[in-house]
Every structure is written in C-alpha cells, then in structure tokens.
C-alpha cells in the first residue's frame, strides 16, 4: 500500500523550532513534486513549500527566511524544517507528493500537529 508517513510535530513555544519529516513508502518506483500545507482552525488549507525534482523551491510569503523545504530522493522523503516560530503557525501539516506506484498519483500524508504557545 503506498503512503505518506508524516512525523516530527508537537508543542513547541514562541521562538522555537520544529523539523517534520514525510516519508513515502509501499511500491513507490519514483517521486516527482513534494510539498506541505497547513490548516489552521476556521481556515482553509494552503500551501506553506514546494519543492521540485531537481530542488527548485516555492515558499508561502509568510514563511519565507523561517521555513526550509529539502528532500532526500534515495529516501523518498522530504522535511520542512520551521524556525522561529510564532503562534500563528499553529495548524495541523499536511504533505503531499506525486508518486508513480501503477500510476502517476498525488498523495497526502495524515497530517501532524504543529501548536506554537508559551
């Protein structure tokens, strides 16, 4: 079965830092665009990174010099890793990845937990 396992959210304060990892497994023969979302209480998801292939990266405006997107491929695996955080970062993160299994298919992780507060 193939999915996206997500880890690495939690409690962290104001000012904190956080690196959440995504790791695609199951019959994955090869991983094309990787990025992650968020979705705060009363808001609709949006896109916080992106990153290509060949490592050209995207960031929502609001992240940008905060927030590093990378990816291991020998890994199938990407991070987001998240500094200085600030409350309202708070939301559950998604990440999603096109993945060649029998198809070309977009998938998404379970989503993790990320609550910034003191």
């Known amino acids: 079965q193939v999915q996206l396992v997500e880890s690495g959210g939690g409690l962290v304060q104001p000012g904190g830092s956080l690196r959440l990892s995504c790791a695609a497994s199951?019959?994955?023969?090869?991983?094309?665009?990787m990025g992650w979302y968020r979705q705060a209480p009363g808001k609709e998801r949006e896109l916080v990174a992106k990153?290509?292939?060949?490592?050209?990266?995207r960031y929502a405006e609001s992240v940008k010099g905060r927030f590093t997107i990378s990816r291991v491929n020998a890994k199938k695996t990407s991070y987001l890793q998240m500094n200085n955080l600030t409350p309202d970062d708070t939301a559950v993160y998604y990440c999603n990845a096109d993945l060649l299994s029998r198809v070309w298919k977009l998938y998404w992780g379970q989503g993790t937990q990320v609550t910034v507060s003191s």
């Open positions: 199951g019959s994955v023969f090869a991983v094309n665009d």
């Open positions: 990153i290509s292939y060949d490592n050209s990266t």
